[in-house]
């Protein structure tokens, strides 16, 4: 079973509008942490946000906020006012249990910001 | 602030020669990973290294080898190299809190493998 599912390989959003790219995960740990990251076509992967399964609250980094529904098992990546420069390749990723774990990654979405 | 430094960049090489990445993590990091990602492929995770030792294995070829050393830089070495090994290879690093989960990654910029 895909531990992390991103059911979205291309999004349009228009310059300024808020857009949600959808990121669904599976894992029995209790202890887990959700990170979005972005990787524009230039190839580096830029850290966006984090989530932590045990945080109450949706974090939040500027433009970027995560809404968790943890009972969904969904961490979803809102985008408000979108930018020309928001144009990537997002992915979602997600470790597993405590310790020194390496990221899974979601198949990513691509968003295209339209003018 | 001092990054991830990967080495090359960019890296062109035939069927069946060998190659050597390099990567620097950030200082006091203490575990380094490494992860290829092919041609409109997510990042899969090859290897990782905790204080120079090996702390976790993914799909690493047997074809390929990674090592930590002592001044905490790691080198990957893929020997035999194929056409679907061409990729894009990225290391990043991490300092894990003790007793703590909630830690970050920092990754490199990535060699871009070509093999031809």
């Known amino acids: 079973a895909q531990k992390i599912t991103q059911t979205q390989p291309g999004m349009f959003v228009q310059e300024k509008e808020a857009v949600t790219l959808d990121c669904t995960y599976d894992t029995s740990d209790q202890s887990y942490g959700l990170f979005w990251y972005k990787q524009p076509s230039s190839g580096e992967m830029i850290f966006l946000i984090y989530?932590?399964?045990?945080?109450?609250q949706n974090a939040t980094e500027g433009r970027y906020s995560l809404n968790f529904q943890k009972a969904r098992k969904s961490a979803n990546l809102v985008i408000s006012a979108s930018q020309l420069g928001d144009s990537a390749m997002y992915f979602c990723a997600m470790r597993e249990g405590t310790g020194r774990r390496a990221l899974t990654f979601g198949s990513g979405t691509r968003l295209q910001v339209q003018p | 602030a001092a990054g991830v430094i990967q080495s090359p960049r960019h890296l062109i090489k035939e069927k069946r020669e060998t190659a050597t990445l390099k990567c620097y993590p950030i200082p006091r990091h203490d575990t380094v990973y490494w992860y290829q990602q092919g041609p409109g492929q997510d990042p899969q995770f090859l290897i990782s290294f905790y204080e120079k030792m090996q702390s976790d294995k993914g799909s690493i070829p047997d074809r390929f080898s990674a090592q930590q050393f002592s001044d905490y830089h790691s080198e990957l070495n893929m020997s035999s190299l194929e056409l679907g090994d061409s990729a894009l290879y990225f290391c990043?690093?991490?300092?894990?809190?003790?007793?703590?989960?909630?830690?970050?990654?920092?990754f490199g910029s990535g060699t871009r493998l070509t093999v031809v």
């Open positions: 990043a690093s991490s300092l894990v809190p003790r007793g703590r989960s909630d830690y970050g990654y920092t």
């Open positions: 989530q932590g399964s045990y945080d109450e």
